[in-house]
């Protein structure tokens, strides 16, 4: 498996644009994570999902926020309007019976 | 105060000397994790612990669930170990995952 998959790797925008970040899971893996990570507030988690559901969602910043998860097999976590304090690098990470696996993240930049 | 409380925050070490990171946590959890991170931004979990202690090569983690505390141990430590090392828990209550704020390691040759 190729492990968890992300996209894009880097991103730079401007204040107001939608932006829109991708994963691909871990086939077989039943979680899906979305984090945020800045200098200032380390590693955070925005959402997960368990079997395509979103549980938990209160890690979200605001409304200008929103993921989904379609299938077993894709999510998208979409900022619209991004502003720049939304800068930050987003994880996605997946876990099946216990281990969480990473993806290489992507570096969001919102000038 | 933080749920998930790591130290040192920075920790420089000459190679080949033994390290130990550490993590208190003040929430029930039904598992923790320790993470490492590279300073090319990449995230790996080293370690998935519910009790006991798990070794993976030069690397040991430890938990002691009553006095909820993890120590994680690099033996012989090597430049390639400089990374930041992440202790995340898994809360009983909501299942939610909660972060250290990292242990920045640099290992000098």
């Known amino acids: 498996d190729a492990g968890v998959i992300q996209s894009p790797r880097h991103e730079v925008t401007e204040m107001g644009q939608e932006v829109t970040l991708r994963c691909k899971p871990i086939s077989g893996h039943d979680y899906l994570f979305w984090y945020r990570q800045t200098m200032m507030r380390g590693l955070e988690l925005l959402i997960y999902?368990?079997?395509?559901?979103?549980?938990?969602d209160s890690g979200m910043p605001e409304d200008r926020f929103s993921a989904k998860m379609p299938n077993a097999s894709f999510s998208t976590l979409k900022i619209q309007p991004s502003e720049p304090r939304d800068s930050a690098v987003y994880f996605c990470a997946s876990r099946g019976d216990g281990e969480l696996f990473f993806g290489e993240g992507s570096r969001l930049t919102v000038l | 105060k933080n749920e998930v409380e790591q130290s040192p925050q920075n920790l420089t070490a000459q190679e080949g000397e033994f390290i130990t990171i550490n993590c208190s946590y003040s929430v029930g959890i039904s598992a923790l994790h320790w993470l490492q991170q590279h300073p090319g931004g990449g995230i790996v979990s080293l370690f998935m612990?519910?009790?006991g202690k798990k070794k993976h090569g030069r690397l040991i983690a430890t938990i002691n669930i009553q006095e909820k505390h993890s120590s994680l141990h690099i033996t012989a430590s090597h430049p390639r170990d400089s990374a930041v090392y992440i202790c995340a828990v898994r809360s009983l209550k909501d299942n939610d995952m909660r972060f250290g704020a990292g242990t920045r390691l640099t290992v000098k040759p």
């Open positions: 612990l519910s009790s």
């Open positions: 999902f368990n079997n395509n559901v979103p549980i938990d």
